[in-house]
């Protein structure tokens, strides 16, 4: 009799979560353990986007319905690497997929970089997203911040820096988050580009709901807008950037006397970050003036400029962090692999290790385009491995480990009760939900969940 196939997934975010979809889709009868070192699922979808974007958070809708009555066995609270090897994983399932993302800033190597007051927005993020292993407190103290970055990142950190507090009552922001924006004193977000208008990364749609927020003004010199062959080239040629430029177009013709915001967003372009100014704290960024060549690239001018802010934040992209036991590329910060079959410093294949996701490409893409993702990584796993073709003992195994070591994990009844508590929370201030923040908090709701037995572990599905 075949065994059927047993697969574990390292990573409940969407990319993970498409992964365990796709591969029951594909391979009918496959036994799934899904692990996630968080105490809650859905991954960059809870905390990493905006608590203003409620339209992006409704994928975890879609992700839900994956993952609720199916035999995928969700295993949160549980750190791949600490808590559990990867090796041990191997040795247990017939293959294990690495779909960790990317969790931290990428590095912005300048003077003054690690000065307080100098933040990445990765950590921000995690702030005002509630995630568990972010500090409650966020230090908003400046009046006047720097934003380094010209992609939508750059625009969120940009957009809730100067969002007024009200505005967020009816999404799902922890009450630490909205006492903090609340009380922020925030006046100037000035928002810097080291390339001109027509290069910036920023989505129409996004960029124009800078422009929507409450109380806010957004200043634009309209000597960066005016034509030249770079720039009236990409605007024929790309919609996007075509709408994008007319955007920034409006607010520049905006007269000075209708600016009477109380909080103000100033684009800057060709300027590059040259150092933060400051002796035991942020004073300041000087930047170098870059030149463009009309071609879209830009070089060095020697010139350069100190803009005086008490704050300043790099969003200059995301990056992964390496996995003990799976191979990492320090340059790219992926995880290498063929086709999603993770391969070795020698381009050979690690037997029963796949990845999928940002570790496997990078931060780029849509949420969406982890499906097509991890797609390609399931018909891999599947061209290379055989059901029952070496003894593995797959989840008993696993689950005799976690509970020798005393870890108990979540399942998926856990969230389901984290879920009805935040739902109550909110329906007491008239919201769909209010998020819990704590770790100890979330795992003490999820744990009336978890059932253990003396001689083996079991898990609610």
């Not at 990319?15 to 960059?44: K, M």
Request: net charge negative; aromatic share 6%.
């Amino acid at each position: 009799m075949t065994l059927p196939l047993q697969v574990a997934v390292v990573g409940a975010g969407p990319a993970g979560i498409h992964t365990c979809d796709i591969l029951s889709q594909l391979a009918p009868g496959t036994q799934i353990d899904l692990f996630e070192r968080l105490p809650v699922p859905y991954g960059l979808v809870r905390y990493g986007v905006s608590p203003d974007h409620p339209k992006i958070k409704k994928i975890i809708d879609s992700l839900h319905v994956v993952l609720d009555g199916s035999t995928i066995r969700v295993l949160c609270n549980v750190e791949v690497g600490a808590d559990i090897t990867v090796a041990e994983l191997r040795d247990s399932y017939d293959a294990v997929v690495i779909a960790t993302g990317a969790l931290r800033d990428a590095p912005l190597d300048i003077p003054g970089i690690h000065l307080p007051g100098s933040f990445g927005a990765a950590d921000f993020v995690s702030w005002y997203d509630g995630h568990p292993d972010a500090s409650t407190a966020w230090p908003l103290h400046a009046e006047s911040v720097a934003v380094v970055g010209a992609g939508n990142v750059a625009l969120d950190v940009t957009r809730m820096l100067v969002k007024h507090a009200h505005t967020l009552s009816d999404t799902d922001v922890s009450d630490n988050v909205y006492e903090g924006l609340a009380a922020n004193p925030i006046r100037d977000v000035h928002l810097f580009s080291r390339r001109g208008p027509a290069d910036v990364r920023f989505s129409p749609i996004e960029l124009r709901e800078l422009g929507n927020q409450y109380d806010v003004d957004i200043v634009v010199n309209p000597a960066d807008l005016e034509p030249d062959p770079h720039l009236d080239r990409m605007t024929r040629q790309f919609t996007p950037v075509r709408h994008v430029v007319e955007t920034m177009r409006e607010w520049a013709r905006v007269p000075t006397s209708r600016r009477t915001a109380s909080r103000r967003v100033h684009l800057h372009f060709h300027q590059a970050p040259a150092a933060v100014v400051g002796a035991d704290s942020v004073d300041g960024l000087r930047t170098e003036i870059m030149v463009p060549d009309g071609y879209g690239h830009v070089s060095g001018s020697g010139v350069f400029v100190e803009h005086e802010v008490q704050a300043v934040y790099r969003a200059i992209g995301y990056a992964s962090t390496p996995l003990a036991g799976v191979p990492f590329d320090h340059g790219t910060r992926t995880v290498p692999h063929i086709e999603g079959a993770v391969v070795d410093g020698d381009g050979n294949h690690v037997p029963g290790l796949y990845t999928t996701g940002w570790i496997k490409r990078g931060p780029v893409g849509l949420i969406g385009s982890t499906k097509s993702d991890a797609r390609q990584t399931v018909e891999t796993l599947l061209e290379r491995t055989v059901a029952g073709s070496r003894a593995r003992t797959g989840r008993r195994a696993a689950d005799r480990l976690l509970q020798d070591r005393g870890v108990r994990p979540t399942g998926w009844a856990g969230w389901l009760r984290i879920d009805s508590a935040e739902r109550e929370l909110g329906d007491a201030q008239g919201r769909e939900r209010v998020k819990i923040v704590g770790r100890d908090e979330l795992t003490a709701i999820a744990d009336r969940s978890y059932a253990g037995a003396p001689t083996r572990l079991r898990f609610e599905s």
